[in-house]
């Protein structure tokens, strides 16, 4: 996939960009700048895109000349949005021809772009938002705000304004971004669970270029992200004591607390400045506990669970909850970008574990209705395909219902995401509606669904 670009073989130059994901967008040249680092062992370019008004290091063999592929570009592209990146650089062009100076005579960037904000002192996080990054985007949800607060975009992010046109890009402090490549932390990362979830956010760590340790209660899960240049940590705190920030992620409240304060667990390794991460969907109640345990040792803490399947994991596109200390959150940044498409920050801690009970008691009780509507389907002699057909034409069509009905009329039940894990996260949302007298019927119902599941000896199946 192409994007026009401006590549920083001369100033001005225009050039096309291969890039994934994305169709087109062009860009500008820029100066590189000091806070983002040029990737090792490659011939980059720093770029400006338009339209998205990103910056990134872009390979040399992904430029193209501009003009010689512009037509052949607009016609297979009808997007409204690549059409105004192509108009911003005719824009550019237009005023380009109309100005004979040397962009880099006195300017350090070219286009008089000034840093205003970001990972530097002075800082202000502004209530203005900014564009979002195309392939990843973090959200700041002010807890403190009245209910319906509006997200911005946040962190990682330097704010840059343009004086020539009074434009705003946004631009990441620890990644490129724009063609999918991440330029990991330099932070040790330690991490804990394999199952699942975990494995696939390992490996996509280790993709990324993380500096990974890693432990799992059954050791031989460990083999395969050793021979991937994972190192072995032999026990909880052997991992938190040799990381700088150190993810979990395990089946519930019980195997979480047990990890942190079990003999040789997570808390004997914890010393001032170390970051802790609990990624496990677990009740919030658990997660203020172990906060003050991790703070009290002058530990930081951090809840991140995730919104998503295996494969998803496994793409590297999960949706991350975060709460707990915004600083870890930003610390996490590259790591956050390895394992998911989107992340939120939701305030303090056991705001997330809230969030993540709520989104899977819906999906929950939306699988136990989806399967009587089967069922039923079934029991009147109607086929179950059609009902398929008909709600995938339909305004509840998405990917995740087409291959969950699949699955079911196959007889696939492969899991995805654990039943018993599920059923555990209905019982706990049940749970925290019952500690602010907050009534659960529907919920209530599916539970006893997965339930019945569970006693049928169908725990691990999807």
Known sequence: VLFPSYGHYDVGEPRLLRCKR?????????????????PRGKKCFFVKFFGTEDHAWIKVEQLKPYHP?????????????????????????????????????TDPEPSS????????????WENNPVKDDPHFHHFLLSQSEKPGSSMEPISKRLKIIEEDTGSTSIQAADSTAINGSIIPTDKRIGFLGLGLMGSGIVSNLL?????????????????????????????????????????????DPRAARDLVLGPSGVLQGIRPGKCYVEMSTIDPETITELSQVITSRGGRFLEAPVSGSQQLSNDGMLVILAAGDRTVYEDCSSCFQAMGKTSFFLGEAGNAAKMMLILNMVQGSFMATIAEGLTLAQATGQSQQTFLDILCQGQMASTFLDQKCQNILQGNFKPDYYLKHIQKDLRLAIAMGDSVNHPTPMAAAANEVYKRAKALDQSDND
């Not at 991992?239 to 920030?245: A, F, P, Q």
Request: glycine share 8%; with cysteine.
């Open 113 to 124: 772009v000034r840093l205003i904000g970001g990972a530097v002192p002075g800082f202000k």
């Open 69 to 105: 592929h512009k037509e052949e570009m607009i016609k297979i592209n009808k997007g409204k949005r690549f059409q105004q990146a192509v108009d911003a650089v005719e824009e550019f062009l237009k005023k380009a021809k109309g100005k004979e100076q040397d962009l880099t005579d």
């Open 22 to 38: 994305f169709v087109f967008f062009p860009t500008r040249s820029a100066l590189r700048r000091q806070d983002l680092k040029k």
């Open 207 to 251: 993709k990324m270029g993380h500096v990974v340790m890693v432990w799992n209660r059954t050791a031989e899960k460990c083999d395969l992200f050793i021979q991937e240049g994972a190192r072995l940590g032999r026990t909880p705190a052997e991992v938190v004591s040799m990381c700088d920030i150190t993810f979990s992620c395990v089946s």
